[in-house]
């Protein structure tokens, strides 16, 4: 059974960085993982994806060039590391997962965590 777990939202100020780890249970390394966020008031989307080979097929326009996502397929976890954030960037996040190639489409994912979430203080 598969179980996905996420950890490090915090409350922040704007220009922190922040990493955002999911630990996986139950998935090989070539299932493809990703980070969606839902901000408050807003639909659900996708920020990044990573194939089980680790190649990054997918960033959100917004976080390109400062949100990086990566995998340790040996410690099972999936990272999201997070520079320059701001306001726009307040959501909870949560990991999914799926087998087969990496997708922005929600919809395509049968494995989510619960999210976790992140706050920039004013």
């Known amino acids: 059974q598969v179980q996905l777990i996420e950890s490090g939202g915090a409350l922040v100020q704007a220009g922190d960085s922040l990493r955002l780890t999911c630990t996986a249970s139950?998935?090989?390394?070539?299932?493809?993982m990703a980070w969606f966020r839902q901000a408050p008031g807003k639909e659900r989307e996708a920020i990044s994806c990573i194939g089980g080979s680790s190649g990054t097929e997918y960033y959100l326009d917004s976080v390109r060039g400062r949100f990086t996502i990566s995998r340790d397929n040996g410690k099972n976890t999936l990272y999201l590391q997070m520079t320059s954030i701001t306001a726009e960037d307040v959501a909870i996040y949560t990991c999914?997962?799926?087998?087969?190639?990496?997708?922005?489409?929600?919809?395509?994912?049968?494995?989510w965590g619960r999210g976790t979430q992140v706050t920039v203080s004013s």
């Open positions: 139950g998935l090989t390394s070539k299932d493809a």
């Open positions: 999914a997962a799926r087998r087969g190639y990496c997708t922005e489409y929600e919809t395509s994912y049968y494995h």
